[in-house]
T-cell receptor
Framework: GAVVSQHPSWVICKSGTSVKIECRSLDFQATTMFWYRQFPKQSLMLMATSNEGSKATYEQGVEKDKFLINHASLTLSTLTVTSAHPEDSSFYIC?????????????FGEGSRLTVL | DQQVKQNSPSLSVQEGRISILNCDYTNSMFDYFLWYKKYPAEGPTFLISISSIKDKNEDGRFTVFLNKSAKHLSLHIVPSQPGDSAVYFCAASVGGGSNYKLTFGKGTLLTVNP
């Protein structure tokens, strides 16, 4: 299956700093990538849809100025958590669709665990 | 309003027996359904899917059944193996165009006991 890679897998930062998470599709091109957030024992919550070459589409309740998304190429999307606070601590997961096949599934990265002290 | 519901947060099954994971949905516009498997601190892994025009899809030990009239789908794993122990997420999508997105249920933790 298609491979999506996320980096870093684990990051600890101080409150007030910004953290960037990268999501790469390794063997396919993805015009659209998705960023999810998962709280403990909860479902995956879609944060935003990242579109290559255009602005991201954010879900209701997600602050676009806090969670900056850039999708500069067909294989890379980045999520930057700006001025992170402890409540931003979570597991962030990206996913991508292989635009060359319509089978509906998304391929997910390994996830990034963010801990804000 | 949760459009995809997995009402059982956990399920425990004996190795070799059948595991049945259930999922209900409310949005009749969903036309594609997927099951993902997730281990702790990892991203979900695609398992199996089914289009709304079908009522069954089988892949090895995994079979997904769809009952559109009841807005219900289920994942059957047989025989269950200890390595199947994970959280299983049901997901649904509408269309494949620019508005494509997956809606996930809350997941069911499956434990397969040796």
């Amino acid at each position: 299956g298609a491979v999506v890679s996320q980096h870093p897998s684990w990051v600890i930062c101080k409150s007030g700093t910004s953290v960037k998470i990268e999501c790469r599709s390794l063997d396919f091109q993805a015009t659209t990538m998705f960023w999810y957030r998962q709280f403990p024992k909860q479902s995956l919550m879609l944060m935003a849809t990242s579109n290559e070459g255009s602005k991201a589409t954010y879900e209701q309740g997600v602050e676009k100025d806090k969670f900056l998304i850039n999708h500069a190429s067909l294989t890379l999307s980045t999520l930057t958590v700006t001025s992170a606070h402890p409540e931003d601590s979570s597991f962030y997961i990206c996913s991508a669709r292989d635009q060359n096949r319509y089978t509906g599934e998304l391929f997910f990265g390994e996830g990034s665990r963010l801990t804000v002290l | 309003d949760q459009q995809v519901k997995q009402n059982s947060p956990s399920l425990s099954v004996q190795e070799g027996r059948i595991s049945i994971l259930n999922c209900d949905y409310t949005n009749s516009m969903f036309d594609y359904f997927l099951w993902y498997k997730k281990y702790p601190a990892e991203g979900p892994t695609f398992l199996i899917s089914i289009s709304s025009i079908k009522d069954k899809n089988e892949d090895g030990r995994f079979t997904v059944f769809l009952n559109k009239s009841a807005k219900h789908l289920s994942l059957h794993i047989v025989p269950s193996q200890p390595g199947d122990s994970a959280v299983y997420f049901c997901a649904a999508s509408v269309g494949g165009g620019s508005n494509y997105k997956l809606t996930f249920g809350k997941g069911t933790l499956l434990t397969v006991n040796p």
